[in-house]
Every structure is written in structure tokens, then in C-alpha cells.
């Protein structure tokens, strides 16, 4: 890590909060309640199964989908575009051909979106397209399939995110005339804070799940 980044860590989570992400970090005081916890949880939910973040994650065939209302049913990405095991398009046409970094907004209806992120899939052990809560919740509390990361390690992914005006940023800003994720990326830390500190409570699997 280079220095400078180190002596922000080493600031402390609020002060890089405070800094260029624009976020608050509002950690909870106090106890949680396992309703608040679960309500924290079906919101983080709502937003990771939104076409806006799923969309990207997809398993290993590698293929981006399109979805939301300018499409009749979600499809697979349009031009025969796979991301291929690099999940950025090396193996064949690299998603930055179309998809350009850049960090300022979006506005033409049905142009390549782009973000202050080179433009890739989410690695496919973080494959969450099409799944319930059951599953999506056990697989994002999982160390093995969340690029390693404790509770507080998703927290600082969305700070970071943030800074960098990278996909979850996007997300909730998609621009072009795009259905944003529900709720904001202040609303999804906040969430994120509760259900984390609450020590990630999972539903249960009911039967009744698709
Ligand atoms: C353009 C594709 C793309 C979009 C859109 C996207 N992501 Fe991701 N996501 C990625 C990539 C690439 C990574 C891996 C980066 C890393 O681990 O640092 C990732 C990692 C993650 C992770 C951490 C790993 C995990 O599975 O726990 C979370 C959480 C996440 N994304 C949430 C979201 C949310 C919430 C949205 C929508 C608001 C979203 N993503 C939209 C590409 C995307
Ligand atoms: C030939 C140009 C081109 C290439 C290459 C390309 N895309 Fe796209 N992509 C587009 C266009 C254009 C759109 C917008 C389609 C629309 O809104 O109707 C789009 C939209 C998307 C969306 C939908 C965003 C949403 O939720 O609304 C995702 C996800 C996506 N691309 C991922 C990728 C990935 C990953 C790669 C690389 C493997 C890639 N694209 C390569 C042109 C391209």
C-alpha cells in the first residue's frame, strides 16, 4: 500500500469518511435488535438483487446481462459480449472499448455506462444474479466468496467505492434514463453499519423460497 494510503487508514475510519467519499459513517450505538437487524438486511438485499448491481454479477459463463424497464425481460448483454475468465473481455473485446472510465455522469439513454472504475464483471464466486436472500445473505457473510472480507471489510469497500465513483456509486446514479438501486449510498452504509454490528444475521430458508 503506498504511503499515503496507509496514514489514511491508519486516520481512522471516520476521518476517511469525512474525507473524499462524501459519506457519513454512522455507526450504531447501543444494541440491535434482531427486527432492526433483518430490516437492515431485506434493504441490502433489495438493492444487491437490483438489476442496477446484479446485472454484474454473474456466474462463471461470463456473460453481463441487461435488464429494468427500457427491456421487455432481462437478456443477455447485447453484440454477443463475454466477459471471459478475466471478466473484463481480454480473451475477446475489452468492456473499456464501449464502456470508457470516467467519473462524470452519465446521460445518454442506452450509451455504454461508465464509472471512475476500468468496467468489469465481478469476479464469479461473487455471482449473485438470480439468487433469493437466503442465499445471497450466506454468500455475502462468506470470507471465501466475498473477496475475503469481514463486516468491517464490506464497510470500507463501500467507502471506497465512493471515493473512487466506481460501480456501487453507479449504481445508485446510473444516469440515461436508468432505474437507480433502491434507497441511496448513504441509506446502504448506513444499512450495512446495522447488520454488520448486529454480526450479519441471516433469513431462514423456509421452503417457500424460489
Ligand atoms: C460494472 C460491474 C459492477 C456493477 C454494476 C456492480 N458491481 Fe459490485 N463488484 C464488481 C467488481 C468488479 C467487484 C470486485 C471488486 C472488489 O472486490 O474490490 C465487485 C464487488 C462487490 C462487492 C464485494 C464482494 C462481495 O461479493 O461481497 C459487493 C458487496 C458489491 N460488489 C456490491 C455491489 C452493489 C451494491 C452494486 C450496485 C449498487 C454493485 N456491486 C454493482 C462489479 C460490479
Ligand atoms: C461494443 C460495445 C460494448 C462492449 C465491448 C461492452 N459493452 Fe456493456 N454495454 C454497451 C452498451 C451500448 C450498453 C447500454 C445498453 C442500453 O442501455 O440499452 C451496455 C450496458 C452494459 C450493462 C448494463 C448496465 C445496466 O445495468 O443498465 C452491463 C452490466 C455491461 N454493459 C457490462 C459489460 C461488460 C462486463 C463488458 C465486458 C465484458 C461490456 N459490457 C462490454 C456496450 C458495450
Not at 421487455?72 to 472510465?101: F, K, Q, W, Y
Not at 468496467?119 to 445473505?137: E, H, N, R
Not at 432505474?179 to 430458508?205: F, K, N, R, V, Y
Request: with cysteine; proline share 9%; hydrophobic share 40%.
Amino acid at each position: 500500500m503506498p504511503t499515503s494510503l496507509l496514514a489514511l487508514s491508519m486516520l481512522g475510519a471516520t476521518a476517511l469518511a469525512a474525507g473524499d467519499s462524501g459519506l457519513t459513517l454512522n455507526r450504531p450505538a447501543g444494541e440491535i435488535s434482531a427486527d432492526a437487524a433483518a430490516a437492515a438486511w431485506e434493504r441490502i438485499y433489495a438493492v444487491l438483487s437490483h438489476p442496477r448491481c446484479a446485472n454484474c454479477h454473474v456466474d462463471e459463463r461470463n456473460v453481463p446481462m441487461w435488464s429494468g424497464p427500457s427491456y421487455d425481460a432481462p437478456r443477455p448483454h447485447g453484440m454477443n459480449i463475454n466477459a471471459g475468465a478475466s471478466r473484463m473481455g481480454v480473451e475477446s473485446l475489452l468492456c473499456s472499448t464501449c464502456h470508457i472510465t470516467s467519473a462524470g455522469p452519465n446521460s445518454v439513454a442506452h450509451g455504454a455506462p461508465h464509472a471512475g472504475h476500468p468496467w468489469m464483471l465481478a469476479p464469479a464466486a461473487f455471482a449473485w444474479y438470480g439468487k433469493d436472500s437466503v442465499s445471497i445473505c450466506a454468500q455475502l457473510r462468506d470470507p471465501a466468496r466475498n473477496g475475503g472480507r469481514d463486516g468491517e471489510g464490506l464497510v470500507q469497500h463501500i467507502l471506497h467505492d465512493a471515493q473512487a465513483h466506481a460501480f456501487i456509486t453507479w449504481g445508485f446514479a446510473p444516469g440515461g434514463g436508468r432505474e437507480p438501486a433502491p434507497g441511496s449510498m448513504q441509506a446502504h452504509l448506513d444499512d450495512m453499519l446495522i447488520w454488520t454490528a448486529a454480526g450479519m444475521p441471516c433469513p431462514q430458508a423456509t421452503g417457500d423460497q424460489p
